[in-house]
């Protein structure tokens, strides 16, 4: 149908802090090529394809839609961890700041990184950009290759059916299709369908 407009949340790619547990927000880190990364792909075609800033957001988008050249949003990043990048739980189980953290998560704030309140109020800069390019375009499918902890935030604010941040669970190769009609969408209503999207291995991979 005409007004029906569809967006796909996507996970970047597993890295190599990603395989040691540790906490990635604005540094970055190299995709597993070993991995599946490079055998990925997916069977939709999007009119518009966004993507964090970050080098792991835009080599996955590369590797998924090799002809959309995306769009880079730098407030679709993940959260700053600030002292913490790099870090592991076992690093850092000593802190009394991160135990801190780990007990509230929305109040605490990581030593030179982001509050969730601030980290919160950057997506929503990043979702308002991105939702203004694909209205004013005319836009019906567009795809955005983000953070774990991007996603979270936005099903929380716009799933069809609420949950808490803590309760979506987003692995790699995997997306959330989100289906609104465009003046719902317009409204920055709730979406009205909400889908799992694996991405799949080539079979010749």
Same mark, same amino acid.
């Given at each position: 149908m005409d007004d029906i407009v569809a967006i796909t949340l996507f996970r970047h790619g597993l890295t190599e802090a990603n395989k040691r547990h540790a906490y990635l927000g604005w540094t970055d880190s190299p995709l597993c090529l070993s991995e599946t990364e490079t055998r990925l792909q997916s069977h939709e075609e999007y009119d518009l394809v966004f993507s964090s800033d970050l &080098?792991?957001?835009?080599?996955?988008?590369?590797?998924? +839609?090799? !002809?959309? #050249?995306? *769009? $880079?949003?730098?407030?679709?990043?993940?959260?700053? +961890? &600030?002292? @913490?990048?790099? /870090?592991?739980?076992?690093?850092? /189980?000593?802190? =009394? *700041?991160?135990?801190? @953290?780990l007990k509230d998560p929305f109040l605490v704030k990581p030593p030179q990184g982001e509050s969730f309140s601030e980290f919160s109020k950057r997506v929503n800069t990043g979702w308002e950009l991105a939702i203004t390019r694909v209205l004013e375009g005319g836009v019906?499918?567009?795809?955005?290759?983000?953070?774990?902890?991007?996603?979270?935030?936005?099903?929380?604010? +716009? =799933?069809?059916? $609420? /949950?808490?941040?803590?309760?979506w669970q987003v692995p790699h190769?995997?997306?959330?299709?989100? *289906?609104?009609?465009?003046? !719902?969408?317009?409204?920055?209503? #709730?979406?009205?369908?909400?889908?799992? *999207? $694996?991405?799949? =291995?080539? $079979?010749?991979?």
């Open positions: &080098g792991r957001c835009l080599e996955t988008a590369n590797i998924l +839609f090799p !002809s959309n #050249r995306a *769009v $880079p949003i730098r407030q679709l990043r993940e959260m700053n +961890f &600030g002292q @913490w990048e790099g /870090k592991t739980f076992a690093n850092l /189980k000593n802190e =009394a *700041v991160y135990q801190n @953290w019906k499918k567009a795809a955005i290759i983000t953070h774990g902890g991007v996603i979270r935030y936005l099903l929380s604010q +716009f =799933a069809r059916y $609420p /949950k808490e941040f803590w309760e190769h995997h997306g959330y299709e989100l *289906v609104w009609h465009r003046e !719902s969408l317009r409204r920055r209503e #709730r979406c009205i369908l909400l889908q799992e *999207v $694996p991405l799949m =291995a080539k $079979p010749n991979g």
